[in-house]
Each structure stands twice: as structure tokens, then as C-alpha cells.
């Protein structure tokens, strides 16, 4: 029997869930599957090994990356999703697993779009049995996305509107109770920017009375917002 031989970097900042990941994943795997496991439970720690595979061309085969991380001493990494578009962009042959205990609408799109990870997990659908399947999906017939997250895609496919990410983000402020200015701050947009943006926002969903209640009302009922 040929052996294949897995690297898998685990970053995560709590230990016992790297432990619980680590032996589910010892436990389930075939026969021919020889795991190499490293851990991270900060951004420097995930990153320095990151870089270390790197320069070595030693490269890991999967990723798993908790998006919310403290961010790293230097302030340039500041969650998993950081770290992930960073192996997006050295290691493009590597597979990425996202984890987050996030389940909003707008969070899930995001991360399928500016990452398109090979697996996402939302840690409340998260069993052993899950785990060892998105594993075996990832490597072989990826991607494998959690039920919330399959949810959240099929709403959104089914209204058959698409937003760009600067609108869906905008609108996630909106549903937040952000004013104008609020958002053109976080977002480093012009005041105006924002104010067509939103007028446009209401073009696509078809909100006649020109009222934010109901953009927000049709946005909750296509899946864009929760």
C-alpha cells in the first residue's frame, strides 16, 4: 500500500480545540494517510511556521485557521482570515479549512469570496464525524462547506441577486444601525460614495418607497443579511 504523507498547520487560539481537532483527525484517518501535525495559537506563531514551510518548499498540504485570532505583534496580520489570504497568495496549491463560530450571512460571503477555502466550518455545526468527513472532502473533493454555510450560499442563489462585496458590506453596516458618516469611516469611502451606493442598493432589491426598513426587510428575506 502506497503511504501519502499530510502536513496540516492548526491555528487556533485555544489549545484544547487544536487537541480535539488533532485526535479526531488521528483517529479517522485511512490507512495510507500519514499526518504530520503542527499547531499555532497565536497569528506570529502560525505565521513565522507559514514562512518556514515557505522558504524550506516544504509546504503544508492543509490549513486550518480559526478567524478569530489576536492579531499579530507587528499589527499586519489580524485574524485568520489574514492568514489564509497570505497562504492564498504564497502557497495557491495548499487547501485552506476556515472555522469560525460567525454564522451572519455577510461574514460567510465574505470569506467565500476573498478566500474561496476548500473547506469552511461554522464550529456550532462541528462534530467529530463532520470534522473527518470535511478532512477527506478537502483533500479529495473539495469544497466542503458546513449546513449553515450551505444555507447562507443557497438563499442568496436562490433571489438570483448578486452584490459586490462593497455593497454587501455596506448593507451589513446598515442592518448594524451605522449612519452614513459611520460607514464612510470604517470603510475609508466618501460621504457621496456611501449615499449612491445605498441608492443603488435600493435599485437592486427593488424598494419603491425608498425606505432603509424595507432594503433591510428584503435584504433579511434574500439571505444577505440576518
Same mark, same amino acid.
Given at each position: 500500500m502506497e503511504?501519502?504523507?499530510?502536513?496540516?498547520? +492548526?491555528t487556533d487560539d485555544h489549545p484544547m480545540i487544536?487537541?480535539?481537532? @488533532?485526535n479526531t483527525l488521528l483517529a479517522t484517518k485511512k490507512e495510507s494517510q500519514n499526518l504530520i501535525i503542527d499547531f499555532a495559537t497565536n497569528c506570529d506563531e502560525s505565521l513565522a511556521l507559514i514562512k518556514k514551510s515557505i522558504a524550506l518548499g516544504q509546504f503544508y498540504t492543509v490549513y486550518f485557521f480559526d478567524i478569530? +485570532?489576536?492579531?499579530?505583534?507587528?499589527?499586519?496580520?489580524?485574524s485568520g482570515e489574514d492568514l489564509a489570504m497570505f497562504v492564498r497568495e504564497k502557497s495557491p496549491d495548499s487547501k485552506i479549512v476556515m472555522l469560525t463560530m460567525f454564522n451572519e450571512s455577510y461574514r460567510i460571503h465574505s470569506i467565500i469570496n476573498n478566500i474561496n477555502p476548500e473547506g469552511f466550518l461554522i464550529k456550532s455545526d462541528l462534530t467529530s464525524r463532520e470534522l473527518a468527513s470535511a478532512f477527506q472532502a478537502v483533500l479529495n473533493n473539495p469544497? %466542503?462547506?458546513?449546513?449553515?454555510?450551505? @444555507?447562507?450560499?443557497k438563499r442568496t442563489k436562490i433571489s438570483g441577486i448578486e452584490l459586490d462585496e462593497v455593497s454587501h458590506r455596506i448593507l451589513h453596516h446598515i442592518?448594524?444601525?451605522?449612519r452614513n458618516k459611520d460607514i464612510a469611516e470604517? +470603510?475609508?469611502?466618501?460621504?457621496?460614495s456611501i449615499e449612491k451606493k445605498k441608492k443603488h442598493l435600493k435599485e437592486i432589491f427593488k424598494v419603491e418607497d425608498?425606505?432603509?426598513?424595507t432594503l433591510l426587510e428584503k435584504g433579511r428575506d %434574500?439571505? %444577505?443579511i440576518d
Open positions: 503511504h501519502e504523507t499530510i502536513k496540516i498547520l +492548526m487544536i487537541e480535539g481537532y @488533532q478569530s +485570532m489576536p492579531p499579530s505583534s507587528d499589527g499586519t496580520i489580524k469544497p %466542503f462547506y458546513s449546513g449553515t454555510v450551505n @444555507q447562507a450560499i442592518s448594524r444601525g451605522d470604517k +470603510m475609508n469611502l466618501s460621504l457621496s425608498g425606505d432603509e426598513k %434574500f439571505g %444577505f
